[in-house]
């Protein structure tokens, strides 16, 4: 990569698209792969979904969750038992029909997602009430066959997290399912910076075999929607269709109530879509691999006492920093540092030393400071507490600027052809006004939320005008 390359980031104001694609290679989070559909997620992108990993995981833990690890492949059979389930994956599954040269006696599917073999194996395992709650988690990778793909959006092959869990009662279940909905929820706001709704999805567009799915909602700069994450109540549904059966408090057999929950590297595209800027990506610090980059500016004795200095001190606060030692200008290295979005960028410099004073430099604003080495570490500190939540204010300003709340469906198709963002309305509930807003307006519901979904106004659905049951919101998709 060159100076020329560095700066060479389409502006995304004038092609989102393009300017997408240009930060997640130009920041080497991803390269194309000669498996189409299918993206190869380099170091740099890995270590951020190895700190998402690593914080959800912990989280996880503390809620007594356990991880396991399901077999790839699914016997058709086996995938058959839930028809609802299958029917909705139909379409995007991946079929293994040899085994070598020889034709399997029973083509197997690669996962789409594990509910089946979770319920086979639940069933050998769960015959009293002493046995639930089993909470599960699993993290893996899934085939879904995309038509179109595109870099941590939507891949063929898929990094992710899904867990699986079984309870004695139903109140029980829907107690886990919106406890995991609040872990995403606040990792969503707290560590990736990005502001969420959470809320309920319509019955069009709950997970196949599912009762209720509950999901998370996050709008990118350009307005357009982004699941970044779902929590399902399934009821007795799979259990049933299996034949899990458990003997209950009473002396009784029972099927046990199931939930399921789910997350991917599709975070990963939202930090950028949220946050990223002309110059490349911006990462908030709480999930950055590295928080600090330090660029030392020639060679000096001064320079290497300071950059040892620093060093000690990032080390002793356990802040991750790298040291840009090489053979490139400075203005490459600072190009380069603002491409692949380090909260901090730490110049070194012979001039700066002869006034006492290293540059410190925040990411997302570009804001630069001078101060002493010795009061480094503490400008450090305070800029990590501040630029988390700076992001976080933004993202949460922009959204809520592009949020509309028309009164006719004049008003709505108005605003759906011409402002980007999410539009909040009064619905009937019926699928028919779901089906013709996204027939004609190229829409698609979000969310019913949980706070401020009664109908206001003249109560009457946008679309049709009878009675509204609730407020709902409505946004094009990725």
Same mark, same amino acid.
């Given at each position: 990569?060159?100076?020329?390359?560095?700066?060479?980031?389409?502006?995304?104001?004038?092609?989102?698209?393009?300017?997408?694609?240009?930060?997640? %290679?130009? /920041?080497?989070?991803?390269?194309?792969?000669?498996?189409?559909?299918?993206?190869?997620?380099?170091?740099?992108?890995?270590?951020?979904? +190895?700190?998402?990993? %690593?914080?959800?995981?912990?989280?996880?833990?503390?809620?007594?969750?356990?991880?396991?690890?399901?077999?790839?492949?699914?016997? #058709?059979? !086996?995938?058959?038992?839930?028809?609802?389930?299958?029917?909705?994956?139909? &379409? #995007?599954? /991946?079929?293994?029909?040899?085994?070598? =040269?020889?034709?399997?006696?029973?083509?197997?599917?690669?996962?789409?997602?594990? #509910?089946?073999?979770?319920?086979?194996?639940?069933?050998?395992?769960?015959?009293?009430?002493?046995?639930?709650?089993?909470?599960?988690?699993?993290?893996?990778?899934?085939?879904?066959? #995309?038509?179109?793909?595109? &870099?941590?959006?939507?891949?063929?092959?898929?990094?992710?997290?899904?867990?699986?869990?079984?309870?004695?009662?139903?109140?029980?279940?829907?107690?886990?399912?919106?406890?995991?909905? *609040?872990?995403?929820?606040?990792?969503?706001?707290?560590?990736?910076?990005?502001?969420?709704?959470?809320?309920?999805?319509?019955? %069009? +567009?709950?997970?196949?075999?599912?009762?209720?799915?509950?999901?998370?909602?996050?709008?990118?700069?350009?307005?357009?929607?982004?699941?970044?994450?779902?929590?399902?109540?399934?009821?007795?549904?799979?259990? *049933?269709?299996?034949?899990?059966?458990? !003997?209950?408090?009473?002396?009784? !057999?029972?099927? &046990?109530?199931?939930?399921?929950?789910?997350?991917?590297?599709?975070?990963?595209?939202?930090?950028?879509?949220?946050?990223?800027?002309?110059?490349?990506?911006?990462? &908030?610090?709480?999930?950055?691999?590295?928080?600090?980059?330090?660029?030392?500016?020639?060679?000096?004795?001064?320079?290497? %006492?300071?950059?040892?200095?620093?060093?000690?001190?990032?080390? =002793? @606060?356990?802040?991750?920093?790298?040291?840009?030692?090489?053979?490139?200008?400075?203005?490459?290295?600072?190009?380069? /540092?603002?491409?692949?979005?380090?909260?901090?960028?730490?110049?070194?410099?012979?001039?700066?030393?002869?006034?006492?004073?290293?540059?410190?430099?925040?990411?997302?604003?570009?804001?630069?400071? *001078?101060?002493?080495?010795?009061?480094?570490?503490?400008?450090? =500190? +305070?800029?990590?507490?501040?630029?988390?939540?700076?992001?976080?204010?933004?993202?949460?300003?922009?959204?809520?600027?592009?949020?509309?709340?028309?009164?006719?469906?004049?008003?709505?198709? +108005?605003?759906?052809?011409?402002?980007?963002?999410?539009?909040?309305?009064?619905?009937?509930?019926?699928?028919?006004?779901?089906?013709?807003?996204?027939?004609?307006?190229?829409?698609?519901?979000? @969310?019913?939320?949980?706070?401020?979904?009664?109908?206001?106004?003249?109560?009457?659905?946008? @679309? @049709?005008?009878?009675?509204?049951?609730?407020?709902?919101?409505?946004?094009?998709?990725?």
């Amino acid at each position: 990569m060159n100076d020329k390359q560095v700066k060479e980031i389409t502006s995304k104001d004038k092609d989102f698209a393009k300017w997408y694609t240009d930060v997640v %290679k130009k /920041a080497d989070l991803v390269d194309y792969s000669s498996v189409k559909g299918s993206m190869i997620i380099r170091p740099y992108g890995y270590a951020i979904w +190895e700190n998402i990993q %690593k914080i959800l995981d912990k989280e996880f833990k503390k809620t007594n969750h356990e991880n396991v690890q399901m077999p790839m492949l699914i016997p #058709e059979s !086996l995938l058959q038992v839930e028809k609802d389930h299958v029917k909705g994956f139909a &379409p #995007e599954v /991946a079929w293994v029909t040899l085994g070598g =040269n020889n034709k399997l006696e029973e083509k197997m599917c690669i996962r789409p997602t594990s #509910e089946t073999l979770f319920c086979d194996h639940f069933k050998k395992i769960i015959s009293s009430y002493r046995d639930l709650p089993i909470l599960y988690n699993q993290w893996c990778t899934i085939v879904r066959w #995309e038509k179109t793909t595109r &870099p941590f959006l939507r891949s063929r092959e898929i990094l992710w997290q899904e867990g699986h869990t079984m309870h004695a009662t139903k109140e029980d279940a829907m107690k886990e399912t919106l406890r995991m909905l *609040k872990i995403y929820e606040d990792f969503q706001k707290n560590v990736l910076a990005i502001p969420v709704f959470t809320g309920e999805k319509t019955n %069009k +567009e709950k997970f196949a075999g599912a009762e209720k799915t509950y999901s998370i909602e996050a709008m990118m700069y350009d307005g357009v929607a982004l699941q970044n994450a779902t929590s399902h109540y399934f009821g007795q549904g799979f259990s *049933k269709a299996f034949d899990i059966k458990f !003997l209950n408090q009473d002396n009784k !057999l029972e099927n &046990p109530y199931q939930t399921s929950w789910g997350a991917t590297t599709r975070m990963i595209g939202s930090i950028v879509m949220v946050h990223g800027d002309d110059r490349g990506l911006v990462l &908030p610090p709480r999930i950055a691999p590295i928080k600090v980059m330090i660029i030392p500016i020639g060679n000096d004795e001064k320079i290497d %006492k300071a950059l040892k200095e620093i060093k000690e001190d990032l080390d =002793n @606060c356990k802040i991750t920093y790298k040291v840009d030692d090489s053979n490139k200008t400075p203005g490459f290295k600072f190009a380069n /540092a603002e491409v692949k979005g380090y909260p901090i960028r730490i110049e070194i410099g012979k001039k700066d030393l002869e006034n006492e004073c290293i540059t410190i430099v925040r990411r997302d604003t570009l804001e630069k400071t *001078k101060v002493s080495v010795s009061d480094a570490i503490i400008k450090v =500190n +305070e800029l990590l507490i501040n630029i988390q939540n700076d992001m976080y204010k933004r993202a949460l300003e922009r959204r809520d600027n592009m949020i509309y709340y028309p009164n006719t469906y004049d008003e709505m198709k +108005e605003i759906a052809e011409n402002k980007p963002g999410f539009i909040y309305t009064n619905w009937c509930g019926n699928e028919k006004c779901e089906n013709k807003i996204k027939e004609d307006l190229g829409l698609k519901s979000r @969310c019913i939320p949980f706070e401020g979904a009664d109908p206001t106004g003249d109560k009457k659905c946008i @679309c @049709c005008g009878k009675d509204a049951k609730t407020k709902i919101y409505w946004a094009k998709q990725y």
